[in-house]
């Protein structure tokens, strides 16, 4: 429910709460040319990287309007990962991980592989503060480390070739994988390193895979390339839900291909075990970056789409059905943030706020009340909240329990 765009001028920070609505909760212009800009879930602080000075971290109380405090690196920032446990600065050759309490630097994880584009992933649940980054340059090897106790806790051949896109869903019981080929996607648990799941997104041509996310109920892992399609897959296990076939010639075969996997080489078994996509979108730009997120808006499962030209996209998605999701509506994140700009941007006649498909499974579809989220105004959906106390002492002080983010339980 909230977003945050570097732009040349500056930074920009806005609330979804609703699809015709953007608001936009903060903009600075004090520093140009930003980056990276990471904000504590819906809590006032914010960390800003830019260009005319790529190796300084800035941290910021951003209602106040005040800086909490700055620290400076061997080489340039390439990402910034947090929760209410962890700061992570993640450099080319080395990570560091801060106290996010008192900014204290806790751990320097120096002379990781060669990791140019800052790759690295932190689960946002604090109790588990699981932190993923490549193990090797040259393989697709996931070095997991424990930011609470500061260990290493395994290390996962997730595949072949170089790692592009690392992801946990919210509880950080999972961690998603894709390589720099982007055909295949695999889940695996954590933190045992056990492979769940395993989707192809394609076979026919290799893609930089920009996006990969969960749903917030870890129902569904999305992802999205340089390319126009974006994928969206299911995570169930199909012969646990499936009914008994029927003694029918096709029936008989199905099963008889299934046999068939057990005496093949793994590697031809596993491509015949894989998923396809269950939901997709085809966007009318190609070969921009952009970012993906699921949500929950207005109670109905979103797909959210920002794209590097300052566009945000947002589609239904049928929990049940999937297949192609419909766009409904487009905003445009480098204007004022106005309603009135907004509709101007409308793609069509509005449509309705439900359909068949999800009012079918209203039951399981998560709403905004019960869903272990972040919101502007809602601070501690669930869980505790932590104790005023607990920031006294140090420089991240928030001003109110509304601030603070909650426990994903």
């Given amino acids: 429910s909230s977003l945050a765009i570097g732009t040349t001028t500056g930074y920009r920070l806005f ?3 609703s699809v015709e609505q953007l608001d936009q909760v903060h903009e600075s212009n004090e520093i140009p040319d930003v980056y990276i800009v990471e904000r504590l879930f819906s809590s006032s602080l914010v960390v800003v990287v830019s260009h005319a000075k790529p190796q300084q971290m800035n941290v910021y109380h951003f209602k106040k309007g005040t800086e909490i405090c700055n620290y400076s690196y061997s080489s340039n920032i ?8 962890r700061l992570v600065v993640c450099l080319e050759e080395s990570i560091y991980i801060h106290n996010i309490k008192d900014m204290k630097l806790l751990k320097t994880i120096l002379d990781t592989p060669p990791n140019t584009t800052g790759l690295c992933a932190l689960s946002i649940n604090h109790a588990n503060s699981y932190l993923a980054y490549p193990g090797s340059a040259t393989s697709g090897e996931i070095a997991l480390y424990d930011g609470n106790t500061l260990k290493t806790a395994c290390s996962i051949p997730a595949h072949d070739g170089p790692l592009a896109a690392l992801a946990f869903n919210s509880t950080g019981s ?4 894709a390589s720099e080929k982007g055909t295949v996607i695999r889940v695996f648990s954590i933190p045992g390193g056990q492979k769940l799941y395993e989707f192809r997104r394609g076979m026919k041509r290799y893609v930089n895979i920009s996006s990969l996310v969960f749903s917030m109920d870890s129902q569904f892992l999305c992802a999205s390339s340089n390319t126009e399609t974006v994928h969206i897959f299911k995570l169930e296990h199909l012969t646990d839900s499936r009914p008994e076939e029927p003694p029918t010639w096709s029936g008989y075969m199905g099963k008889m291909f299934q046999a068939a996997t057990n005496y093949l080489p793994a590697q031809v078994s596993g491509m015949m075990n894989q998923d396809r996509a269950f939901a997709t979108v085809r966007l009318n730009i190609s070969g921009q970056r952009n970012i993906c997120a699921l949500s929950t808006i207005q109670k109905l499962p979103r797909l959210l789409v920002t794209t590097s030209e300052g566009h945000l996209y947002i589609y239904n998605l049928d929990p049940q059905d999937g297949g192609e999701c419909v766009l409904i509506k487009k905003h445009s994140l480098l204007g004022s943030g106005k309603t009135e700009e907004n509709k101007e941007n409308d793609l069509r006649p509005p449509v309705p706020q439900s359909y068949a498909a999800t009012v079918a499974r209203q039951s399981t579809v998560p709403s905004t009340s019960t869903m272990p989220g972040y919101s502007e105004d809602g601070g501690a959906l669930r869980g505790e909240v932590i104790p ?8 991240v002080c928030l001003d109110d329990e509304n601030e603070f983010p909650p426990v994903s339980i």
């Fill in 15 to 17: 609330s979804l709460s």
């Fill in 78 to 85: 390439l990402s910034i990962r947090l929760n209410r446990q």
């Fill in 174 to 177: 999972k961690l998603a994988s």
């Fill in 388 to 395: 005023e106390h607990e920031f006294a002492t140090g420089p």
